[in-house]
DNA sequence: CTGATATATATGTCTATACTTATTTTAAGG
DNA sequence: CCTTAAAATAAGTATAGACATATATATCAG
C-alpha cells in the first residue's frame, strides 16, 4: 500500500493524498460529499493530523476538494482545476530542439505609449516607454516575433543594456524578477508586417500571446507574441514527474 | 513588518515568503546565489525551522528557489517560472458573463477512431469510440465548436448519457474526475465546416484548444475546442489572492 | 418564530524535536 | 594523482502538542 510507482519509498503525505484521489476518482467519494476528519483519517493512515493536514492542502490546492473551518473536507462540486505552463527561455527552447539560435531587432526607440497598452498598464497614455520590435529565428526561420515596450522605472538598468546583442526576453529573465505575471491567448489572421516579419503569406492564423509583468515599482514589460504557424503551446495537469519538492 | 497589505494579521510562513520573495525582487539576493539556510532564516524570523521550510517551499514551487539537500537554496538561475489557467464550465461562464447559454449537438455516433486521435488518446487505431461534436451557443450567437471522443471504458455510465440533453462537458465535469490532463493552444485558420458552425468566414483565425484527460482506467476523453473569433484564454502568475489556502 | 449569544468542532497554523536522505567535503588508502 | 570511504551538512519528512479562528449548531430571550 505504500510505493507501487517507484520502487522508492513515497513520503507518507504524498501516499495519503494519492490514495484520498483514488478514492474520489473511483467515485468511493462523490461530489460535494463530505470526506471523513483529518483526525480520522490520521487514525486510518496510521499518520499525525499535521501529515494528513498537507496530504489534504495539496489536493485543496488541485481543487479537487473544498475545505472550510468546523464545515469538514468535501468533495468539490466543479473541480475547477488548474493546469499549469511555463515560459522557457525562447534561445533555450530553441537550442533544446537542436537549432541555432539568433535575433534580429526589427526596431527600438523611446515613445509615447498608445491607448490599449497604457490601458494593460494601468500607466497614463503618452508615457514614454521603451518600444522594441524583434524577430527571433531557429535555423534562420522565424520562430517568433515580439512586439514589447519596457519600463525603464520599473527596471533599473535596462537603459544601458542595448538589445541588440543580448535579447530582451533574455537580459529580463536575468536581471528583472517579477512579482506578477498576466498572460492571454488569442488568434489572429497576420497582417501585411507580420506576414513579412514571419516570412508567410497575410491571413494566415497565428498564435499570439499577451505577457505583462509587474514588480513592486509597478509594471515591467508588456509583450505581444506572435508564434510561427503550426507553433502549439503546451501545458498539462496532475501529477507534476519531475524537479522540485 | 507582518501585516501591511490587509488589515488581517497573514500567517507567519506567508510573511516570510513575502519577505524573500522582496528580496529576489529588489536583487538583494541575486540569481545564483545562496541564500541563508533554513536555520538561520529561523532565527532571523524567529520561527520554527518547518515555517521556514514551509516557506521555502512555495517559493521553489513557483520556480523563484532551487533547493538541495547539502548544498542549500539558491535563487534560481532561469525563474522558468509556471502560470495557471482554470478551465471552466462552458455554461458557467456563458451565464457569468450574463447572457444565456444553450448548445446544440451537431453529430454523435459510435466510430473507429482516426491514426491522430489514437496517439493522442494512446489506444491502437480503429477502436470504436463516441464521437461527438457540438455548438455552445451564448445568447444565440456561437460561442465554442467542441469535437470530442469519449471512451466509455474509462467513464462509466457514459453509454446512458444522451448529450442532447446535458452536455458532454458537464456530464464529465461531474462524473470523470481525471487524475491527469494535458493541453495545447494553436491557431487555425477556420475551415468551411468551422467558419459555418461558428457563423464566420472561412479562413478567419480561430483560437484551438486540444484537451486530453486519463483517469486510471485510461484516457477518458479528447477534444478539440474552436473558440469565436476574438476569444482569448486568461491565465496568471503570481500571489493567488483568492479561493484556497 | 426571530434574533442574539454561547458552545462545539474541524481546519489553520506554529513549535520543538527527531530522524532520514542526498550531496558535498574531507580524509584515507592505493 | 586517483579512487574510495567516512564525516558533515542542509534540506525532507514526520510527530505530538498547543493554540487560533471560522462557522455550524444549539441555547436562550424576547
Redesign the interface.
Known amino acids: 500500500m505504500s510505493d507501487k510507482q517507484t520502487g522508492r519509498t513515497m513520503p507518507k503525505a504524498q501516499n495519503i493524498a494519492d490514495e484520498v ?2 478514492r ?4 468511493k467519494w462523490r ?1 460535494g460529499e463530505r470526506i471523513p476528519d483529518e483526525a480520522d483519517l490520521a487514525v486510518e493512515f496510521d499518520a499525525a493530523r499535521a501529515t494528513v493536514n498537507k496530504a489534504l ?1 495539496v489536493l ?2 488541485e ?2 476538494l ?2 472550510k473551518r468546523r464545515a469538514g473536507t468535501r468533495v468539490a462540486i ?12 525562447v534561445r ?1 527552447q530553441v537550442e533544446e530542439a537542436g537549432m541555432a539560435y539568433s535575433h534580429r531587432v526589427v526596431a527600438q526607440r523611446f515613445s509615447p505609449i498608445p491607448a490599449q497598452i497604457a490601458a494593460r498598464l494601468g500607466l497614463p497614455e503618452g508615457e514614454r516607454l521603451v518600444h522594441l520590435r524583434a524577430v527571433h529565428y531557429a535555423d534562420g526561420r522565424p520562430y517568433q516575433l515580439e512586439d514589447r515596450w519596457l519600463n525603464p522605472r520599473a527596471a533599473p538598468g535596462l537603459q544601458q543594456a542595448g538589445f541588440r546583442d543580448l535579447n530582451a526576453n533574455e537580459w529580463l ?2 536581471n528583472a ?13 497576420a497582417d501585411r508586417r507580420d506576414a513579412r516579419l514571419l516570412q508567410t503569406r497575410q ?6 500571446l ?1 505577457r505583462t509583468t ?3 515599482l509597478g509594471p515591467i514589460t508588456t509583450v505581444r507574441v506572435a ?1 510561427q ?11 507534476d514527474q519531475g524537479s ?2
Open positions: 484521489r483514488r474520489i476518482v473511483e467515485l461530489q492542502q485543496a490546492d481543487g479537487l473544498d475545505r466543479n473541480p475547477v482545476r488548474k493546469a499549469t505552463f511555463s515560459i522557457p527561455i533555450e529573465v536575468r524578477p517579477y512579482l506578477r505575471a498576466e498572460f492571454s491567448f488569442s488568434a489572429e489572421n491571413g494566415q492564423a497565428l498564435l499570439i499577451h509587474w514588480n513592486d508564434f504557424p503550426g507553433h502549439c503551446f503546451g501545458a498539462h495537469e496532475g501529477r522540485n519538492t
